[in-house]
């Protein structure tokens, strides 16, 4: 079928081959979009089983997005270099097997090292798979494949938890890792195939110089803010190393990237209006995407009791939204992108208004129904970003652009989740040390009848639970407080939306 009859027909004119290629696309998203949520799941148990304290176990979760982020600049040489299958078809292999590596680590030192593996191959399935549909779908289809693109996306973090819990509680958390295996071997096979004819290669020479540049900034960034509250920032020599070599890591990437015939990262592509308004509203997106995934299960988990298969049910109503989504936002996207962009971008907004209102009785209908609202927000927002953000760009430049859309999307997400467990955190600490001064016995409350035995201040085990209670409504108004950042950074990036140039039909 020629490149004509698919650009003037519809969805149906499609070939078999070009709809093997977004099965395949989907599959390897799940698999990516699987680890997102599954790690922060079973840390707990993977926290006991592996006598390691709460900090050495974060470094799990912060030594993953740390590789995750430093590997994603790499997929446009690398597709290049490599040709589209053999990256892909590679990278997804690696990512199967870390992924087995993670289930059978016995010490804590491998399980890291997994995860660090999982991260770096995991890294170029999200932009690579990104660029290849741009670049295979014809103009006017790229919203549809890029909504059914987010299908798989969209469909790993939400089946990892539910999948995940009732994995754990069945076996152990090793478990949550393997069920990762099958659906990796259907992908490899759906790549094979796919993307037969996709083997070209080209010489490109490597700016190692660009690369360890920026790689050294990134690092030093997610390490300053994932460690800092736990070093007390500047008052800690490390933080302030981190900080000097990040900055002049920075400044070493970007002098040489404007004077470098052939930099890493084309500064280029800053040009393009929709593109750069594209990486913002993209970092914006990261940031909007997954702090809620990561703050409800320990909310609901340590404040509230849940056990694993209710708080994974729970949150899967994210994925119920996303859903919804995609039954408007095709005609939403061809009709007003900029208007949709701004109207998934509020509706998250709205969705963590809704959850800074929540409070230590917060039912099971309000974690629901928020959370559904904001994944149909996030879906409604993202796929006419993406359209708009590369609508100007060559198509020869859609890797590279996918590659550096994708790491702003990563790195908002990390660093977001950072600021927030901050917030959190300190947040929690200041309003125990205020409530703890209002406990005496002299305080009015305690005249109160209907307060309960337990919380006795004459003996031990009274003022424990009462200590305990104090803590758990501190940190709730920590969680309140985090999900009020989050709203307040969604209602911010609003307007960017309009600054977006509508290419021509």
């Not at 670049?135 to 996306?153: D, E, R, S, Y």
Request: proline share 4%.
């Amino acid at each position: 079928m020629s490149a004509t009859a698919v650009a003037q027909g519809g969805l149906f004119t499609i070939s078999g081959r070009m709809w093997l290629i977004l099965l395949m696309v989907q599959l390897a998203n799940m698999l990516f979009g699987m680890t997102i949520t599954l790690a922060n799941l079973v840390l707990p148990e993977m926290r006991g089983t592996l006598s390691a304290t709460q900090d050495e176990i974060s470094w799990v979760i912060t030594l993953n997005l740390v590789a995750t982020a430093v590997a994603t600049p790499m997929t446009g040489w690398l597709a290049a270099r490599l040709g589209w299958r053999t990256l892909m078809f590679g990278t997804v292999l690696g990512f199967t097997l870390s992924s087995f590596l993670c289930g059978i680590a016995n010490s804590l030192e491998m399980l890291i090292f997994a995860r660090v593996l999982q991260g770096a191959f995991g890294a170029p399935i999200m932009p690579l798979g990104q660029a290849i549909l741009i670049a295979t779908f014809p103009k006017h289809l790229q919203p549809t494949a890029l909504v059914m693109w987010g299908v798989g996306a969209v469909f790993g973090p939400v089946v990892g938890p539910i999948l995940g819990s009732i994995a754990t509680d069945a076996w152990n958390w090793r478990a949550a890792f393997f069920m990762i295996i099958p659906p990796g071997i259907a992908a490899l096979a759906c790549i094979w195939f796919a993307l037969a004819e996709h083997t070209k290669r080209s010489s490109v020479r490597f700016d190692w110089i660009g690369f360890i540049a920026l790689s050294t900034a990134i690092i030093a960034a997610q390490l300053i803010f994932d460690r800092g509250h736990r070093m007390d920032w500047f008052d800690s020599t490390t933080i302030i190393l981190c900080a000097i070599i990040g900055g002049v890591s920075f400044w070493v990437f970007a002098a040489h990237c404007l004077t470098a015939e052939q930099p890493f990262l084309n500064p280029r592509l800053l040009r393009d209006r929709n593109f750069t308004i594209g990486l913002a509203l993209a970092l914006v997106n990261g940031m909007l995407s997954f702090t809620s995934l990561t703050l409800f299960p320990t909310l609901l988990h340590d404040l509230r009791g849940y056990p694993n298969d209710v708080i994974g049910t729970l949150i899967a109503a994210r994925g119920m939204g996303n859903w919804l989504a995609f039954l408007v936002i095709i005609q939403f996207t061809r009709a007003a992108p900029r208007l949709a962009i701004a109207c998934g971008v509020a509706l998250q907004a709205l969705a963590g208004f809704w959850m800074s209102t929540f409070d230590i009785n917060m039912t099971e209908a309000d974690v629901f129904w928020s959370n559904l609202l904001q994944g149909f927000g996030q879906s409604i927002a993202f796929t006419p970003m993406t359209v708009m953000a590369f609508s100007t760009l060559p198509r020869e430049q859609a890797t590279e652009g996918s590659a550096v859309f994708t790491l702003m999307r990563n790195f908002g997400s990390s660093l977001f989740i950072s600021i927030c467990v901050l917030v959190l955190l300190r947040s929690t600490s200041a309003n125990y040390a205020r409530m703890t001064e209002m406990v005496t016995p002299f305080s009015e409350a305690r005249l109160y009848p209907n307060l309960p035995s337990t919380w006795s201040l004459d003996s031990l085990t009274g003022l424990s639970r009462l200590s305990g209670e104090i803590l758990r409504q501190a940190s709730m108004i920590g969680y309140v407080n985090a999900f009020t950042l989050m709203a307040l950074t969604g209602a911010v990036a609003i307007p960017l939306a309009f600054f977006m140039k509508r290419p021509a039909a």
